[in-house]
């Protein structure tokens, strides 16, 4: 197995095992069972694939902000994309079944490796173009998008950092994608 970034460099070490302590706690908490339940539900609206319908919704209802927000979406999402698989292969890092011994993960993951964080990367990406475009809508967004982050540690395929990384990454390239759109 090709050595991770997070071993390679000491700084790196030192935040693995600040993440190593924040996941096993979350891993020990009484409703874990719970936060896992609704976790799967939570991180199933942030799968790829919904994202075209809240456009299309808005423009079969006629709202005219429609098309701008299927432009941003398109803009942040190709760029988000690619960025997103680059960080993946370049850190390398294990997902938490693969890197502490005796857990497994609830659910099964799409691919390899943890950071940064796919799910929450797109759910800010949405949350942040969206309440660019629906202000009144900023909270429950938001909200929505910090539960997608924190399924999936509760989920078991992420650590914290590769959720925090996520956000950055997708909020960071939202207001990236409406300034272009």
């Not at 539900?41 to 694939?49: E, Q, Y």
């Amino acid at each position: 197995m090709a050595k991770q970034a997070f071993d390679k460099y000491p700084l790196l070490a030192q935040i693995h095992a600040g993440d190593i302590v924040t996941f096993t706690w979350c891993m020990q908490r009484k409703r874990r069972r719970l936060l896992s339940g609704v976790g799967r539900i939570v991180s199933r609206t942030a799968d790829g694939f919904y994202y075209p319908l809240i456009p299309l919704v808005l423009y079969a209802t006629a709202n005219p902000v429609a098309v701008k927000l299927l432009l941003a979406l398109a803009i942040g999402f190709a760029v988000e994309r690619p960025l997103y698989q680059v960080l993946k292969r370049g850190f390398r890092r294990n997902r938490p079944a693969q890197a502490l011994a005796d857990f497994e993960s609830v659910i099964t993951p799409s691919d390899q490796f943890s950071f940064p964080s796919g799910h929450t990367s797109g759910a800010f990406l949405v949350a942040t173009i969206a309440a660019g475009l629906f202000p009144a809508l900023c909270w429950p967004l938001y909200l929505w998008a910090s539960l997608v982050g924190a399924s999936r540690v509760f989920l078991g395929v992420h650590f914290p950092t590769d959720i925090v990384a996520g956000a950055l990454m997708g909020a960071s390239l939202g207001v990236l994608a409406l300034a272009i759109a």
